[in-house]
C-alpha cells in the first residue's frame, strides 16, 4: 500500500511544457515536455530529457482556459525539481505569473481580406434587374 504524501488535489492535463533546468551555475538545460498533471504547488510532466533532483527549474505552458473565452493564457513557473523516476519530473512550483497571448481563433489577415471581400459582395447595391416588381 501506497501511503499518499500530496496535500493538494491534483488535476491530469495532457499539454506541452517548456523548461530551463539549471544547477546555479551557467549550464543549464532546455527541453519539452508534457504535463502529466498539476495542483496549485506542483506539476508532473513527462520527458526524456535527463534530469536531476534538486535542479532549479523555469517552466511555462499554455493555461488550458481562455480568458474570458477569447485570450490565450500562458502561466510560467519557477520552482524546484523534486523527484525524477523513469521519465517523469515532478517539480515543486515557488512562484508563478500568467501572461496573456493573442486572442484565440484570430485569423490571419488573409483570412480577413476574404472575409472583407465576401461581405463587400454581399452588400452591394441590388442592380435593377434583380429588383422585384
Known amino acids: 500500500m501506497t501511503v499518499e504524501r500530496r496535500t493538494r ?4 492535463l495532457n499539454l506541452e511544457l517548456r523548461f530551463t533546468a539549471s544547477t546555479g ?6 527541453g519539452r515536455g508534457e504535463v502529466v498533471n498539476i495542483s496549485s504547488n506542483g ?6 530529457i535527463a ?11 499554455e493555461w488550458p482556459v481562455a480568458l474570458n473565452g477569447d485570450c490565450v493564457l500562458r502561466v510560467t513557473m519557477e520552482g524546484r525539481l523534486v523527484r525524477v523516476e523513469n ?3 515532478v517539480m515543486s ?3 508563478h505569473e500568467f501572461r496573456t497571448g493573442g486572442r484565440v481563433g484570430t485569423p490571419a489577415s488573409s483570412d480577413l481580406d476574404a472575409l472583407k471581400r465576401r461581405i463587400g459582395s454581399l452588400l452591394a447595391p441590388v442592380t435593377a434587374s434583380h ?3
Not at 43 to 48: G, K, L, S, Y
Open 43 to 48: 506539476v508532473a510532466f513527462r520527458t526524456e
Open 93 to 95: 512550483v515557488l512562484r
Open 87 to 89: 521519465g517523469l519530473a
Open 51 to 61: 534530469l536531476t533532483p534538486g535542479r532549479s527549474i523555469d517552466a511555462s505552458m
Open 25 to 30: 551555475g551557467r549550464s543549464s538545460i532546455q
Open 131 to 133: 429588383q422585384g416588381v
Open 9 to 12: 488535489q491534483r488535476f491530469p
